[in-house]
T-cell receptor
Framework: AQKVTQAQTEISVVEKEDVTLDCVYE???????LFWYKQPPSGELVFLIR??????QNEISGRYSWNFQKSTSSFNFTITASQVVDSAVYFC????????????FGKGTMLLVSP | EAQVTQNPRYLITVTGKKLTVTCSQN?????MSWYRQDPGLGLRQIYY???????DKGDVPEGYKVSRKEKRNFPLILESPSPNQTSLYFC????????????FGPGTRLLVL
């Protein structure tokens, strides 16, 4: 069965600090998909990134970057020079490719960025 | 504007009183799903639908029903709500399934007394 672990329940940083949110996953599939979503205090879920298991290139989007390492089954998310607007709950999620498997979410990491 | 809409956004009800939460998407997506979010548990999938008239159980289907009579709509039905169904509910859609990016509705906060 697939599983996603976000061991950090809550992280507090001061503005302009860099912060990394960890995501470790388990799956029996060789083909799978990983996602990150952001949930700001307003409650909606905002898609950030999708990555398939064959693409191990790291990705950078502005202040956001993602480090995918199949060897350690991790898909970590780094925010550089954090801002107060980054305060949110961040979810990592996994979907296997075979059949119609469910999308499994981690329990989320609450990031609090203070001025 | 491409979006997933849910109604109502907030609902307070009593145990046993049937309710329906509607979900509609305007992106012509084949796949739709329902999740519930609870503190400390993250999001868990309730039901999903691969296409019209095709639905299947997710991880936590007990106490819920769904139907998919039209491509754009995927209502969630609680026939006899109980307090343990108090939660934040999200509807989502994507083109073909869990492997594709799912776009989420704004959420429905349900309180069952």
């Amino acid at each position: 069965a697939q599983k996603v672990t976000q061991a950090q329940t809550e992280i507090s940083v001061v503005e302009k600090e860099d912060v990394t949110l960890d995501c470790v996953y388990e799956t029996r599939d060789t083909t799978y998909y990983l996602f990150w979503y952001k949930q700001p205090p307003s409650g909606e879920l905002v898609f950030l990134i999708r990555r398939n298991s064959f693409d191990e290139q790291n990705e950078i989007s502005g202040r956001y970057s993602w480090n995918f390492q199949k060897s350690t089954s991790s898909f970590n998310f780094t925010i550089t020079a954090s801002q107060v607007v980054d305060s949110a709950v961040y979810f990592c999620a996994l979907s296997e490719a075979l059949g119609y498997s469910t999308l499994t979410f981690g329990k989320g990491t609450m990031l609090l960025v203070s001025p | 504007e491409a979006q997933v809409t849910q109604n109502p956004r907030y609902l307070i009800t009593v145990t046993g009183k049937k309710l329906t939460v509607t979900c509609s998407q305007n992106m012509n997506h084949e796949y739709m799903s329902w999740y519930r979010q609870d503190p400390g548990l993250g999001l868990r999938q309730i039901y999903y639908s691969m296409n019209v008239e095709v639905t299947d159980k997710g991880d936590v289907p007990e106490g819920y029903k769904v139907s998919r009579k039209e491509k754009r709509n995927f209502p969630l039905i609680l026939e006899s709500p109980s307090p343990n169904q108090t939660s934040l509910y999200f509807c989502a859609s994507s083109f073909t399934g869990n492997r594709e990016t799912q776009y989420f509705g704004p959420g429905t906060r349900l309180l069952v007394l």
